[in-house]
């Protein structure tokens, strides 16, 4: 159980282009779902908290206007990467919770987006 | 401030050795911590997790950590490692049901 995936898992795309990314939770409902962005050899960095329903929220640093994020039901949350740059270049996770296990997350496959 | 530290980047050990991955924690609440593993171009794997009771917590794949409040620690061991265990490990603080991370530690298992 608690199975998360993300689709598409790599994705190129010319500079100046969006990019839609997809967070589906599979066998449960997720009730908050987490956009990280991590770069080669390290951490993860939380982007932003989506809450079914609601607007996201963002970390400091991050453009709201630049990643769009949509919780638009229980099993799915998208992250859009507008007007790429090659800065945005990264492996992007997501992760779900849901209603019951309130402390873990579940973490999906990642996307490796690689714009050009 | 909360805050997860690893200290080692990157741990080199021979197959069939033991051994341990040092994390660190920084928090002034109640702690419930997490240890992660990447696979290369993975997502992450939850490892176990320490959220209350006993100090020793039991994972998947042989792993094992335990929480040390007086030492702010929650080092993970393994006493017999494998090949299939070179990969990236991260510790982590939930602080507010958001994740803080380590940097990660990369155990390399050598035959």
């Known amino acids: 159980g608690a199975v998360v995936s993300q689709h598409p898992s790599r994705v190129i795309c010319k500079s100046g282009t969006s990019v839609k990314i997809e967070c589906r939770s599979l066998?449960?409902?997720?009730?908050?779902m987490f956009w990280y962005r991590q770069f080669p050899k390290q951490s993860l960095m939380l982007m932003a908290t989506?809450?079914?329903?609601?607007?996201?929220?963002?970390e400091q640093g991050v453009e709201k206007d630049k990643f769009l994020i949509n919780h638009a039901s229980l099993t799915l949350s998208t992250l859009t990467v507008t007007s790429a740059h090659p800065e945005d270049s990264s492996f992007y996770i997501c992760?779900?919770?849901?209603?019951?296990?309130?402390?873990?997350?579940?973490f999906g496959p990642g996307t490796r987006l690689t714009v050009t | 401030a909360q805050s997860v530290t690893q200290l080692d980047s990157q741990v080199p050990v021979f197959e069939e050795a033991p051994v341990e991955l040092r994390c660190n924690y920084s928090?002034?609440?109640?702690?419930?911590l997490f240890w992660y593993v990447q696979y290369p171009n993975q997502g992450l794997q939850l490892l176990l997790k320490?959220?209350?009771?006993?100090?020793l917590v039991k994972g998947i794949n042989g792993f094992e950590a335990e929480f040390n409040k007086s030492q702010t620690s929650f080092h993970l061991r393994k006493p017999s490692v494998h090949i299939s265990d070179t990969a990236e490990y991260f510790c982590?603080?939930?602080?507010?049901?958001?994740?803080?991370f380590g940097s990660g530690t990369r155990l390399l298992v050598r035959p």
């Open positions: 992760s779900a919770k849901g209603q019951v296990a309130l402390r873990e997350q579940y």
């Open positions: 066998d449960f409902q997720a009730t908050t």
């Open positions: 989506s809450n079914e329903g609601s607007k996201a929220t963002y």
């Open positions: 928090s002034s609440v109640s702690v419930y």
């Open positions: 320490y959220l209350s009771g006993s100090t």
């Open positions: 982590a603080l939930d602080s507010s049901y958001k994740l803080i």
